[in-house]
């Protein structure tokens, strides 16, 4: 019989074992399928949201960040790789408020083409600008509405509440025991934040800040925003020698000494109001996470560093 040698023996061997394959991968009755599932993936926005997002699904996703760590979110621009991921993501998360400017169009394609969207600032207590709070402009009217929710613990526990009736929506997944775990550890972290803060006496809890960030912070635990650098919900906006005139009158009337400084914000401007109101400058992190990756750690270090800094102005 041809073939009958050892190597027509292998032959006939490596020949039944595709066929054994190809069955097994037919679906039918009693096959064995050798694929894998595709792990369901969660795109994110920025890496504050993305570090909770991650913690509150765990294991049951893949969750991608496509906005680089430290990167000012008003200002990045994504590459054609960041376009790609929301448009294969089973989930995108975005932060909204206009916060990812540059993302805006490249999302509502993706939610066009199916992908569900779920934004983080339709399920928070969302603050506006006020009189008040500084000169008006196209970023700045009363009434805006400010994006920087994450400087509130309570608002971020809002979010992840609300994040697991998308989670099962979009991937059938349920999220639900993992997203109570970690919105007790945001509840945990609210009251730790909050005891640090209000060490501070109520004299001395004026802020002045890069651009207007720290709005939900202040309100959560009665700060009062004395002003901003760039007066403007983005570091984007345009500063004023008039503006910079009004803002050291203000900070001397409140009795501010202490500017915080962020991404984005020119140094020499800072230290031109520095010079002339002898203020201290104090850098604060708030739109980047710290080297851990940890949304707590961020919220813990800022809450020090505002404590810390003005508990030694003596107000």
Same mark, same amino acid.
């Given at each position: 019989?041809?073939?009958?040698?050892?190597?027509?023996?292998?032959?006939?061997?490596?020949?039944?074992?595709?066929?054994?394959?190809?069955?097994?991968?037919?679906?039918?009755?009693?096959?064995?399928?050798?694929?894998?599932?595709?792990?369901?993936?969660?795109?994110?926005?920025?890496?504050?949201?993305?570090?909770?997002?991650?913690?509150?699904?765990?294991?049951?996703?893949?969750?991608?960040?496509?906005?680089?760590?430290?990167?000012?979110?008003?200002?990045?621009?994504?590459?054609?790789?960041?376009?790609?991921?929301?448009?294969?993501?089973?989930?995108?998360?975005?932060?909204?408020?206009?916060?990812?400017?540059?993302?805006?169009?490249?999302?509502?394609? &993706?939610?066009?083409?199916?992908?569900?969207?779920?934004?983080?600032?339709?399920?928070?207590?969302?603050?506006?600008? +006020?009189?008040?709070?500084?000169?008006?402009?196209?970023?700045? &009217?009363?009434?805006?509405?400010?994006?920087?929710?994450?400087?509130?613990?309570?608002?971020?526990?809002?979010?992840?509440?609300?994040?697991?009736?998308?989670?099962? &929506?979009?991937?059938?997944?349920?999220?639900?025991?993992?997203?109570?775990?970690?919105?007790?550890?945001?509840?945990?972290?609210?009251?730790? +934040?909050?005891?640090?803060?209000?060490?501070?006496?109520?004299?001395?809890?004026?802020?002045?800040?890069?651009?207007?960030?720290?709005?939900?912070?202040?309100?959560?635990?009665?700060?009062?925003?004395?002003?901003?650098?760039?007066?403007?919900?983005?570091?984007?906006?345009?500063?004023?020698?008039?503006?910079?005139?009004?803002?050291?009158?203000?900070?001397?009337?409140?009795?501010?000494?202490?500017?915080?400084?962020?991404?984005?914000?020119?140094?020499?401007?800072?230290?031109?109001?520095?010079?002339?109101?002898?203020?201290?400058?104090?850098?604060?992190?708030?739109?980047?996470?710290?080297?851990?990756?940890?949304?707590?750690?961020?919220?813990?270090?800022?809450?020090?560093?505002?404590?810390?800094?003005?508990?030694?102005?003596?107000?």
């Amino acid at each position: 019989m041809r073939g009958s040698g050892p190597a027509g023996i292998a032959v006939l061997a490596m020949g039944a074992l595709i066929v054994a394959l190809g069955l097994a991968g037919c679906g039918g009755p009693g096959s064995v399928t050798t694929a894998v599932p595709e792990t369901p993936r969660i795109v994110v926005t920025t890496p504050l949201l993305g570090s909770v997002v991650r913690e509150a699904v765990g294991d049951s996703a893949v969750v991608d960040v496509v906005m680089p760590n430290g990167a000012d979110p008003h200002e990045w621009h994504p590459s054609a790789t960041a376009v790609a991921a929301l448009h294969d993501a089973d989930l995108i998360v975005e932060n909204g408020l206009g916060l990812e400017s540059w993302l805006t169009e490249a999302i509502a394609q &993706a939610k066009a083409d199916g992908v569900p969207v779920f934004t983080a600032t339709d399920h928070v207590d969302v603050l506006t600008v +006020t009189e008040g709070m500084g000169p008006t402009d196209d970023d700045h &009217a009363v009434g805006t509405a400010d994006p920087h929710f994450w400087t509130d613990p309570s608002q971020m526990r809002a979010v992840v509440l609300a994040l697991p009736a998308a989670v099962r &929506a979009a991937m059938g997944l349920d999220v639900s025991a993992q997203a109570q775990a970690t919105a007790a550890d945001l509840a945990s972290l609210d009251t730790r +934040t909050a005891t640090m803060l209000a060490s501070v006496p109520p004299a001395a809890r004026g802020i002045v800040t890069g651009h207007d960030s720290l709005g939900y912070l202040a309100r959560r635990n009665d700060y009062t925003l004395v002003g901003a650098v760039t007066p403007s919900l983005s570091s984007q906006g345009q500063v004023s020698a008039a503006h910079l005139a009004a803002l050291e009158a203000a900070m001397r009337t409140a009795g501010v000494r202490v500017i915080f400084t962020e991404t984005g914000t020119p140094r020499q401007v800072i230290t031109a109001i520095a010079d002339e109101t002898g203020a201290t400058v104090v850098d604060l992190g708030t739109e980047a996470l710290p080297p851990d990756g940890s949304y707590d750690t961020f919220m813990s270090e800022i809450a020090r560093r505002i404590a810390s800094a003005l508990g030694n102005t003596g107000g």
